[in-house]
């Protein structure tokens, strides 16, 4: 299998769908516990690996799905450039198709924007076995509709994401870790105090009484944040590991939120208003993004994390459970439900790719 090309997964995919097979899409499989439970014959995009353009002046990298993250990011860093929503690598298992697919993003998505921001174009080829192309290499493409973007979180059950033209930046020049003794309540309030002044805040983190800040820019706005918001500054070579591990979904609450699971709690992963007051709900709590991101280890019902979540205008996310019967995403009202059925069956008209894994038959 080695070389694949764009017409040997074309030849793949009709050749399940005129045999009524169905496939699962992976790279390592890294995010396999991610959604519902993966079905389907194996079909494998890492052989189909590569950077195939990069333009470090227009800040555009174009890369096969197979890739690995940590390559991008090794080739990014030789030009001074990075992903700047910080995608999680998962030991290094992470793909740049999983990567779009999964639509996961790392630390300083509140600062930076997410990985749908990021994606300016994709090669998809669909349940025909066509190949697509979508979107382009720069940010003001606005022929068409915009379904690159549509691609990305929706776990390839719309098409395999072939290639992707991703927009990169520079690397901040300075960056400062700051540690605050705070509570969630006390924290959360700072958050949005700092949130409407001119700082560069780039990632947040708040667990076990203890605020971290992250502050990234030109020296003089990182040295004159550090001034303005005293705490205590945490030494580089500290700072990093732990933010690499939040990233990457390694460092203490995410082992500890997986001995629990094991144990038989869930591990929820709420988007909430960063404005919404510390939830009353059971069990450990890791808020980021400033407070728009909370991950929850509990026992709790699933029912009432959801209604939590949604009595303060957010939604919760079953991120990791042994039992997923529930459902994983927040249920859609009949209107949306109708919609992602029809996209369905416009790109994967043969119910080709990953059925199952967001809802229901979808």
Same mark, same amino acid.
């Given at each position: 299998? /080695?070389?694949? @090309?764009?017409? *040997?997964?074309?030849?793949?995919?009709? #050749? $399940?769908?005129?045999?009524?097979?169905?496939?699962?899409?992976?790279?390592?499989?890294?995010?396999?516990?991610?959604? #519902?439970?993966?079905?389907?014959?194996?079909?494998?995009?890492?052989?189909?690996?590569?950077?195939?353009?990069?333009?470090?002046?227009?800040? !555009? !990298? @174009?890369?096969?799905?197979?890739?690995?993250?940590?390559?991008?990011?090794?080739?990014?860093?030789? #030009?001074?450039?990075?992903?700047?929503?910080?995608?999680?690598?998962?030991?290094?298992?992470?793909?740049?198709?999983?990567?779009?697919? /999964?639509?996961?993003?790392?630390?300083?998505?509140?600062? $930076?924007?997410?990985?749908?921001?990021?994606?300016?174009?994709?090669?998809?080829?669909?349940?025909?076995?066509?190949?697509?192309?979508?979107?382009?290499?720069?940010?003001?493409?606005?022929?068409?509709?915009?379904?690159?973007?549509?691609?990305?979180?929706?776990?390839?059950?719309?098409?395999?994401?072939?290639?992707?033209?991703?927009?990169?930046?520079?690397?901040?020049?300075?960056?400062? @870790?700051?540690?605050?003794?705070?509570?969630?309540?006390?924290?959360?309030?700072?958050?949005?105090?700092?949130?409407?002044?001119?700082?560069?805040? =780039?990632?947040?983190?708040?667990?076990? &009484?203890?605020?971290?800040?992250?502050? $990234?820019?030109?020296?003089?706005?990182?040295?004159?944040?550090?001034?303005?918001?005293?705490?205590?500054?945490?030494? =580089?070579?500290?700072?990093?590991?732990?933010?690499?591990?939040?990233?990457? =979904?390694?460092?203490?609450?995410?082992?500890?939120?997986?001995?629990?699971?094991? &144990?038989?709690?869930?591990?929820?992963?709420?988007?909430?208003?960063?404005?919404?007051?510390?939830?009353?709900?059971?069990?450990?709590?890791?808020?980021?993004?400033?407070?728009? =991101?909370?991950?929850?280890?509990?026992?709790?019902?699933?029912?009432?994390?959801?209604?939590?979540? $949604?009595? !303060?205008?957010?939604? /919760?996310?079953?991120?990791?459970?042994?039992?997923?019967?529930?459902?994983?995403?927040?249920?859609?009202?009949?209107?949306?439900?109708?919609?992602?059925?029809?996209?369905?069956?416009?790109?994967?008209?043969?119910?080709?790719?990953?059925?199952?894994?967001?809802?229901? *038959?979808?």
């Amino acid at each position: 299998m /080695a070389g694949l @090309t764009i017409a *040997d997964l074309q030849a793949r995919v009709r #050749q $399940a769908a005129e045999s009524g097979q169905a496939l699962c899409l992976r790279g390592h499989g890294s995010k396999d516990f991610y959604g #519902q439970e993966a079905r389907g014959e194996p079909l494998s995009t890492l052989e189909f690996a590569g950077i195939s353009a990069y333009e470090p002046s227009e800040l !555009v !990298v @174009t890369a096969k799905a197979g890739t690995p993250i940590a390559e991008l990011e090794a080739l990014l860093a030789s #030009q001074g450039q990075h992903l700047p929503f910080e995608p999680p690598r998962f030991g290094g298992r992470g793909t740049v198709g999983g990567m779009v697919a /999964a639509g996961l993003s790392g630390p300083a998505r509140a600062s $930076a924007g997410s990985v749908r921001d990021h994606v300016l174009g994709l090669t998809l080829i669909n349940g025909r076995g066509e190949a697509m192309n979508f979107g382009g290499t720069v940010m003001k493409n606005v022929a068409g509709y915009d379904v690159s973007r549509l691609m990305t979180g929706a776990l390839g059950v719309l098409g395999l994401i072939a290639e992707v033209s991703i927009k990169v930046l520079p690397l901040p020049v300075a960056s400062a @870790t700051l540690r605050f003794e705070m509570e969630a309540a006390e924290a959360l309030q700072a958050l949005n105090r700092w949130g409407g002044k001119p700082l560069p805040l =780039q990632a947040s983190a708040c667990w076990d &009484g203890a605020l971290i800040l992250r502050l $990234a820019g030109a020296e003089a706005a990182v040295a004159a944040a550090q001034r303005s918001l005293g705490g205590e500054l945490i030494p =580089q070579d500290l700072a990093l590991p732990f933010w690499t591990g939040l990233r990457d =979904q390694s460092d203490e609450f995410f082992l500890g939120a997986e001995r629990a699971v094991q &144990g038989g709690a869930r591990l929820w992963r709420l988007s909430v208003p960063q404005t919404a007051p510390v939830l009353n709900l059971p069990g450990e709590q890791l808020i980021e993004w400033g407070g728009a =991101q909370r991950w929850l280890t509990t026992p709790a019902a699933d029912a009432q994390v959801r209604e939590a979540a $949604a009595a !303060v205008g957010g939604h /919760a996310t079953l991120y990791r459970a042994a039992d997923k019967a529930a459902g994983v995403f927040a249920p859609l009202s009949a209107p949306l439900m109708r919609i992602h059925r029809d996209l369905k069956k416009a790109f994967d008209p043969h119910a080709v790719f990953n059925p199952g894994r967001l809802y229901g *038959d979808l």
